[in-house]
């Protein structure tokens, strides 16, 4: 695909459309990781359909959180920062600590697939970010 049509029509226009691919894309890779997380961890442990669904819930602070990280890794990705997402991990560990507690392998699972599908997708929109928008 060539995008340099885009950019005859001026370089702000080429900027814009740039950004608004890496917001689009962001939103869908987000929905799709929060539904593929959701189904591992119920997969996993049937038992957790009380406590989450595959539906994404805006009520739900977990959500929040995760869309949070997920942009977080994102913009770490984006900057070629790739040792700061080691403190999303280690904050995230400490505010939960008394759930971890509980049940560390669900709190433990969650975060790592968590944390490596958001560096998979940021990766890959980074990757078609600069295909498409040389």
């Known amino acids: 695909m060539n995008f340099k049509s885009i950019y005859a029509k001026g370089p702000l226009m080429g900027e814009i459309y740039k950004y608004l691919f890496i917001i689009g894309s962001s939103i869908i890779?987000?929905?799709?990781l929060s539904v593929a997380l959701r189904s591992i961890l119920l997969l996993i442990n049937p038992e957790l359909n009380q406590?989450?669904?595959r539906k994404i819930q805006?009520?739900?602070p977990g959500t929040w959180?995760?869309?949070s990280e997920f942009l977080l890794i994102l913009i770490f990705v984006f900057l070629a920062e790739y040792t700061t997402i080691a403190i999303i991990f280690a904050a995230?560990?400490?505010v939960r600590s008394?759930?971890?507690?509980k049940n560390a392998s669900y709190y433990l699972?969650?975060?790592l697939l968590n944390v490596v599908?958001?560096?998979?997708?940021?990766?890959?929109?980074k990757g078609l970010t600069w295909r498409l928008f040389p």
């Not at 890779?29 to 799709?32: D, E, K, L, Q």
């Not at 008394?98 to 507690?101: L, M, P, R, S």
């Not at 958001?118 to 890959?124: A, I, K, R, V």
């Open 117 to 125: 599908l958001s560096l998979l997708s940021s990766l890959l929109i």
């Open 58 to 60: 805006l009520k739900d």
């Open 29 to 32: 890779s987000f929905w799709i």
């Open 109 to 111: 699972l969650g975060t």
């Open 92 to 94: 995230k560990e400490i």
């Open 65 to 67: 959180i995760g869309l």
């Open 98 to 101: 008394d759930d971890i507690k």
């Open 51 to 53: 406590k989450i669904t």
